[in-house]
């Protein structure tokens, strides 16, 4: 399972947990403007918007999970097991890979509206992109500063949804997800009047009764309305430091620990990292499972125009600052 949010405060921030039992050798990964992307059924690209995100890079090719551009434009790939549906070529229209689709909107676009424009003439096409690397089942959430749309390629077609809360998880589909939320209008942070019944003398013997049946379990219809009420309600002071802390929080609303979620004998499903991304500044923050400490790479503190990939690994390992000695 996998969560991402959006969240505002003085600048914009995008991030997710990626929750899985293994991992690949993903790393933070920046795309100058100059590096060509090839793509297998479109012409290359020869000179785009940067980026910077996390990637399995296989053959000089970024296979990005989530990543900014230099606009701000962000998205990320969510797993979408049943429902993703890849089509065959169409002629005509542009045909992209699901491993192409990142790099295809984040290299050409800079706001939501652009990207709609470009997902008017494309077709999800089924190309692995190797024999070991198949098809991914995902659907995405892509963000401007201002909105963000979640995109599903199902068997009925491509369908754009207009997410208003910024939040996406796995399955069922989007629309279904927002539906849900329906069932929740009770939830409050507030402290909870009695409406039970006026004959009975109920009492608020804790504080966050408000939010009592909030659905607190790991799977992805409950992690949306978890990290939706979560982000609703969440509160910060506008420092980079007072927002990326809130931000992370969001995301630990749903975390998911070694132990709780198991797949088979001895294999369990865990956050490996979870992502935030300053869209405003091109700084990407990250945290792993075993690494608690943030780590911050920012885009500008690179050669932007070059043609080379850059790729940091993702520091492992716990960094306990002692205090007493
Ligand atoms: C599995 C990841 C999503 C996390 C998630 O939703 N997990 C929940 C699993 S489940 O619902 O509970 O089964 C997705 C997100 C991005 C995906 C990767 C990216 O799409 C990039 C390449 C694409 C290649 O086709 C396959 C390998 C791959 C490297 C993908 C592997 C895997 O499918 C990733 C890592």
């Known amino acids: 399972m996998c969560t991402a949010a959006t969240y505002v405060t003085k600048d914009h921030y995008f991030g997710r947990n990626l929750d899985l039992e293994f991992s690949y050798n993903q790393k933070v990964t920046i795309v100058p403007r100059n590096y060509e992307f090839n793509f297998r059924k479109v012409k290359p690209m020869k000179s785009h ?4 995100g996390m990637a399995f890079v296989v053959e000089n090719y ?4 989530d990543a900014t551009n230099e606009k ?3 998205m990320a790939g969510l797993n979408f097991p049943g ?3 890849y089509k065959q070529e169409v002629e005509g229209i542009d045909n992209i890979a699901p491993f192409e689709f990142i790099p295809w909107i984040l290299g050409q676009c800079a706001t939501i509206a652009e990207v709609k424009s470009l997902l008017d003439r494309i077709n999800l096409i089924n190309i692995d992109f190797s024999k070991e690397l198949p098809l991914s089942p995902l659907h995405w959430i892509i963000s401007d ?3 963000s749309i979640t995109v599903e390629s199902v068997k ?3 369908k754009i949804y207009d997410n208003s809360i910024g939040i996406l998880t796995n399955n069922p589909t989007f629309d279904i997800q927002m539906f849900n939320l329906n069932n929740y ?3 409050t942070k507030e402290v909870p009047e009695n409406r039970f019944s006026s004959k009975l003398d109920l009492d608020i013997y804790s504080r966050g009764m408000g939010a009592i049946g909030l659905p607190g379990d790991l799977s992805s219809s ?3 309305v978890k990290a939706a009420f979560t982000k609703l309600n969440s509160i910060s002071g506008t420092s980079e430091s007072e927002s990326i802390s809130q931000f992370f929080h969001i995301l630990g609303s749903v975390n998911q620990e070694r132990g709780c979620v198991r797949l088979a004998k001895d294999t369990y499903e865990i956050t490996i990292y979870s992502s935030c991304c300053n869209t405003d500044k091109g700084i990407y923050y990250y945290k792993t499972y075993e690494n608690s400490q943030i780590t911050g790479i920012d885009l500008y503190n690179e050669n932007l125009d070059s043609q080379i990939l850059i790729s940091y690994p993702l520091i492992s390992g716990q960094h306990i600052k002692m205090q007493n000695r």
């Open 49 to 52: 918007y940067a980026m910077i």
């Open 83 to 85: 429902n993703a549906d």
């Open 145 to 147: 500063k201002e909105v």
């Open 72 to 74: 701000g434009l962000s």
């Open 185 to 187: 209008i009770n939830i």
């Open 62 to 65: 970024p296979l990005y999970y």
């Open 222 to 224: 409950s992690r949306f």
């Open 156 to 158: 009925a077609g491509l």
